[in-house]
């Protein structure tokens, strides 16, 4: 049995990894550590709250992490500002949060000696060109391209150093694009499906061209708990299910799913700076820890997020019309 801080647990992968973390290895106990930021909600923690200890706070305060980082065994940390779109708009929550905040952790880890698993990206890459056999692996050079993908890859950047000169016991994982329940409205699969349940058309960002490598928020998780069971102390592991698609493939997949016409979707302005493509090499994650996706036909994991959606409506709409007004005004 471990006591198990997660930071950002009241987030989208942070409260997927709370249910299931609690579903399937219910010998931990958990403590949430979240500021409840617009990302961040209590109903992502519904019907589990009694079984965890929930604390409101941010990262950044060092008195809170310092005491909750006493009183754990084992930090996973997932809190973070973790939106592209809303760095370019204002980049400075990014930079306090993911690395402030981080660096926070990582004194508190380095002070009380305890074991820290940092939840990362693949956007710390930059990314690759449409058509091309290569995919990102641990060895690929940092290249991030926007505010988030910058604050993420100074983040991990901290980590690898605390591990060199303080020896401190922490691994990083760096996951693609995940989909599944919870996630905000303002992320890409979500605000499709719930534009296309509120009568209005899907938004393709330029052409749609741009390809993300898509993966269940349940088998990145599962992918966390290997790294935490079997990783190497000091070893950064990339996580991925083969799920290439590119945008203009999802709206229509999504739209399908929906009994809609597949072609009707609106072109909106382009994100700046937006990345090509992304795609993950996980060769390492399988051989050395035996982790596989289990889902592995992303049409399926799809349709299933579409009815959680469909079924939810309580959940995402008190999000949307500020989602979307937010939008607007940039012309997205
Ligand atoms: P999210 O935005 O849905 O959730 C982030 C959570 O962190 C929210 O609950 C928010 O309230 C909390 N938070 C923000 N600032 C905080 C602070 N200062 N102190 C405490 N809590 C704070 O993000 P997500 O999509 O669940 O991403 C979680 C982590 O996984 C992030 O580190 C992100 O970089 C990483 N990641 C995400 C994806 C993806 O596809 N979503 C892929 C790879 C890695
Ligand atoms: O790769 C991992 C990253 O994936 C995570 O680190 C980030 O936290 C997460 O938000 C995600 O980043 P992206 O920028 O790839 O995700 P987003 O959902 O914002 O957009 C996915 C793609 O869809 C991207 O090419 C932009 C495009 N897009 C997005 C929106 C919101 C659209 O075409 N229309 C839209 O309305």
Avoid at 112 to 137: A, C, I, Q
Avoid at 293 to 300: D, L, R
Wanted: proline share 4%.
């Amino acid at each position: 049995m471990s006591r198990i801080l997660v930071t950002g647990g009241a987030g989208f992968i942070g409260a997927n990894f709370v249910h299931q973390t609690l579903r399937t290895l219910p010998q931990h106990e958990l403590t949430v550590l979240d500021a409840l930021t617009y990302a961040g909600s209590r109903a992502n923690l519904n019907g589990v709250l009694d079984s965890i200890r929930f604390v409101e706070g941010s990262i950044v305060d060092e008195a809170t992490v310092e005491r909750l980082v006493r009183e754990s065994d084992v930090v996973v940390h997932f809190a973070a500002e973790s939106h592209n779109d809303n760095s370019l708009e204002d980049p400075s929550p990014f930079i306090e949060t993911n690395l402030v905040g981080t660096f926070r952790i990582l004194q508190a880890v380095r002070k009380h000696e305890k074991r820290l698993h940092h939840v990362s990206t693949d956007e710390v890459y930059g990314d690759l060109e449409l058509g091309d056999p290569e995919k990102f692996s641990e060895s690929t050079p940092y290249n991030p391209s926007s505010p988030y993908s910058a604050s993420k890859a100074g983040s991990d950047m901290l980590v690898r150093a605390w591990v060199r000169s303080y020896g401190i016991h922490a691994t990083i994982s760096n996951c693609s694009n995940n989909y599944g329940a919870y996630q905000h409205v303002e992320k890409f699969i979500p605000r499709q499906i719930t534009n296309v349940l509120c009568g209005e058309p899907p938004k393709l960002y330029g052409e749609g061209l741009n390809v993300r490598d898509w993966i269940h928020v349940d088998d990145h998780n599962r992918a966390v708990h290997a790294i935490l069971e079997r990783g190497r102390s000091g070893e950064t592991y990339l996580i991925g299910a083969d799920g290439e698609r590119n945008n203009r493939q999802v709206i229509e997949m999504i739209l399908e799913a929906l009994g809609k016409d597949p072609g009707a979707y609106e072109k909106v302005r382009d994100r700046a700076g937006h990345d090509l493509r992304y795609a993950i090499d996980y060769t390492k994650l399988r051989q050395e820890l035996g982790w596989r996706p289990e889902y592995t036909e992303f049409a399926e994991g799809l349709r299933q997020t579409v009815d959680w959606y469909a079924t939810h409506e309580d959940w995402w709409r008190p999000q949307k019309a500020a989602t979307e007004a937010r939008y607007r005004r940039k012309g997205q």
